[in-house]
């Protein structure tokens, strides 16, 4: 045996057991170092201060009169399923029960992909074009699933059931995308500085309700709007 391997074995006879033991912490820390840091990642962050009065709410599509006493903003994401269970539910309750009394401001929050923005720029056109007739071709999204009314020819197809004009629409589309897409974009970034990360996101006052919220949990800060 040459001299190399020789002073090689007697390195590891010597030290050996201590190389293991450090290689194993470092794995193992590293190993807690990533799994830690994957929980700060889906952590809540801390509460932002919010209030209504803040949102921008001219902006986007509504629904309900700009005099309402209350207003409640909702960034949403078309592609977000638990955006479908809210607006189908919890929202749709608030709509039956609030009537006049609160002005819905459906912010884009559009983070699931290009299919999602495309939604949001051909629903501003469809805003521009039949703002009394939006709210109908929005919940009509949500009817047939996430995925089956991401695409031109189904949101063509659902304008039409809607007795709205196509032509029209996607000519609004054509001449005016760039702005659009600007609201769009103007709309997360809104909602970033409010916090939210994820939708649905909704402000209510001076409070923010992350998540598919039951009808329960929004009707009481709506109320409470209302009490003031």
């Known amino acids: 045996m040459d001299t190399k391997a020789q002073e090689a074995g007697s390195f590891f006879e010597k030290y050996g057991t201590a190389l293991a033991v450090l290689v194993g912490a470092l794995i193992i820390g590293g190993a807690f170092a990533f799994g830690q840091g994957g929980d700060r990642a889906e952590k809540t962050p801390e509460p932002v201060a919010v209030d209504i009065k803040d949102v921008k709410l001219d902006t986007s599509p509504f629904v309900g009169p ?3 006493p209350v207003a409640v903003a909702v960034w949403f994401d078309y592609q977000c399923g638990f ?4 607006e189908t539910t919890t929202m749709k309750e608030v709509m039956s029960s609030y009537g006049d009394k609160v002005r819905v401001v459906y912010k884009d929050f559009q983070f699931l992909g290009p299919a999602s923005n495309d939604a949001a720029i051909y629903s501003r056109a ?4 039949y703002p009394d007739r939006w709210h109908d071709w929005f919940s009509g999204m949500f009817e047939g699933g996430e995925e089956s009314t991401l695409n031109q020819a189904a949101m063509d197809a659902l ?3 809607l007795g709205l004009d196509i032509v029209r629409i996607n000519k609004l589309i054509a001449d005016n995308r760039t702005d659009y897409q600007a609201a769009v974009d103007a709309d997360r970034e809104e909602g970033q500085t409010f916090g ?3 939708t649905p996101g ?3 006052g001076t409070t923010l309700v992350s998540g598919a919220q039951p009808f329960e949990n929004v009707k009481a800060l709506i109320d409470a709007e209302l009490a003031k």
């Open 202 to 204: 909704t402000v209510i």
């Open 126 to 129: 469809v805003w521009e074009a």
């Open 66 to 68: 700009k005099n309402a």
């Open 83 to 86: 955006c479908k269970q809210f």
């Open 159 to 161: 304008s039409t059931r």
């Open 196 to 198: 939210i990360n994820g």
